[in-house]
């Protein structure tokens, strides 16, 4: 059973460039997470989503990052005119549908290592 | 808002020694606790986890940790450690019946673990 993928591993962007980072979950969980790493620091909740809705987006910044989980294909966070401060690793998790026993339990992807030069 | 704090941020230790990492909390309610570790070049993975009953609770590869409730703790132990075990630890929570989505975990910044041979 493959894990949490995510795609590009490593992202290089320009100041003002768009980043798209992608995230297919485990097979048969239906609600992803995003979490942000920034150097010397813990991972930082920004998002958490199930199939066509966002259920919490607390931790997103106002401007610029979107997320997304349609119905068919991997959640994708969308980064618009990305700055250097958004530098980071950038991970995706994914848990088991409501109802599962191992519902509260997040399996982690790779991440993509975001540069922004 | 509750919040992690890890109380070390790098543990350097011989082999067969003991590992113990700290892990505080700020919430009054109900949480759920977990440790995850990242060896190197790796992603997140899980390595115990309590959501209710015996406090002591055992996980992957001999650690196990204590949740202390009035302490507002979950500390990780290891009685003898490996070199295998080198690797960044991070303990995270998230809380029910509260604003916050439980899907929400909050990660503390994480100990970097060094074992020499």
């Known amino acids: 059973n493959a894990g949490v993928m995510q795609n590009p591993r490593h992202l290089v962007r320009r100041r003002g460039q768009e980043a798209r980072l992608r995230c297919s979950p485990m097979k048969g969980h239906s609600h992803v997470y995003w979490y942000r790493q920034l150097p010397e620091e813990g991972l930082k909740f920004m998002v958490y989503l199930q199939k066509e809705n966002i259920i919490d987006e607390s931790g997103m910044p106002k401007e610029r990052f979107s997320a997304e989980f349609p119905k068919e294909g991997p959640s994708i966070l969308r980064i618009q005119q990305v700055v250097r401060g958004d530098s980071a690793a950038y991970f995706c998790?994914?848990?088991?549908?409501?109802?599962?026993?191992?519902?509260?339990?997040?399996?982690f992807g790779p991440g993509t290592r975001l540069t922004v030069t | 808002a509750q919040s992690v704090s890890q109380h070390n941020h790098h543990v350097i230790l011989s082999e067969a020694a003991s590992l113990e990492l700290g892990c505080n909390y700020s919430y009054g309610g109900t949480v759920n606790l977990f440790w995850y570790v990242q060896y190197p070049g790796q992603h997140l993975q899980l390595l115990l986890k309590y959501f209710s009953g015996d406090p002591l609770v055992k996980g992957i590869k001999g650690f196990e940790a204590e949740f202390i409730k009035s302490k507002f703790s979950f500390n990780l132990r290891k009685p003898s450690v490996q070199w295998s075990d080198t690797a960044e630890y991070f303990c995270?929570?998230?809380?029910?019946?509260?604003?916050?989505?439980?899907?929400?975990?909050?990660f503390g910044a994480g100990t970097q673990v060094v074992v020499t041979p």
């Open positions: 998790a994914s848990s088991p549908p409501s109802g599962h026993a191992r519902l509260h339990e997040q399996y």
């Open positions: 995270a929570v998230n809380a029910r019946g509260t604003t916050d989505s439980w899907g929400k975990l909050q």
